[in-house]
Antibody, heavy 118, light 108 residues
């Protein structure tokens, strides 16, 4: 079925880097913008970043700007989130989500957990 | 940027109607969308563009808008509807999203 599968999460120390991947199945991401959204343990949803369908535009939440980078490889049907200079407060489940009309998402992955801890 | 404000919790008995509000401090109010999230699961879109229902979502889920407040209504609540509900909106250029703080719906 149509789905998104995130991977790459794990336990890392503050100040280090991690790259998350989001692989799409049964649909072609080249037609869609893609987002990353995160959720700290026991907290609400926080939008992280968007990349337009063709990669021409990328935007970030203030909390990650300058540290995180979103990218995509349409030939691999995969979206990435490069996370640098990780902080304790970046600990969260990271979801990728398919954009519709630059407005909402109709498809989410199951998420991957990132834990930043010394 | 702007904020979306939701009540932290709503409780209803099975078969009753649950109403969850989302107030935007922006004018004109952008479209608001609603997601249901059950423990340990990814969010699921239940209402988009204030009052549109995606295919596969039960008809008991509906949305409405008045001024800067949008309401998610669940008619004839069932035990399976117990979940966290988040409203979400985007700025008018689609360059960033905002989420409400979430409302925990408890079915008594």
């Amino acid at each position: 079925q149509v789905q998104l599968v995130e991977s790459g999460g794990g336990v890392v120390q503050p100040g280090t880097s991690l790259r998350l991947s989001c692989a799409a199945s049964r649909f072609n991401i080249r037609s869609y913008g893609m987002h990353w959204v995160r959720q700290a343990p026991g907290k609400g949803l926080e939008w992280v970043a968007i990349i337009y369908y063709d990669g021409s535009e990328k935007f970030y939440a203030d909390s990650v700007k300058g540290r995180f980078a979103i990218s995509r490889d349409n030939s691999r049907n995969t979206v990435y989130l490069q996370m640098n200079s990780l902080r304790d407060e970046d600990t969260a489940v990271y979801y990728c989500a398919r954009d519709r009309e630059l407005s909402y998402s109709d498809l989410w992955g199951r998420g991957t957990l990132v834990t930043v801890s010394s | 940027s702007y904020e979306l404000t939701q009540p932290p919790s709503v409780s209803v008995s099975p078969g009753q109607t649950a109403r969850i509000t989302c107030s935007a401090d922006a004018w004109p109010k952008p479209y608001v969308h609603w997601y249901q999230q059950k423990p340990g699961q990814a969010p699921v879109l239940v209402i988009y563009k204030d009052n549109e229902r995606p295919s596969g979502i039960p008809e008991r889920f509906s949305g409405s808008s008045s001024g800067t407040t949008v309401t998610l209504t669940i008619s004839g609540v069932q035990a399976e509807d117990e979940a966290d509900y988040y409203c979400q909106s985007a700025d008018n250029t689609g360059t960033f999203w905002v989420f409400g703080g979430g409302t925990k719906l408890t079915v008594l």
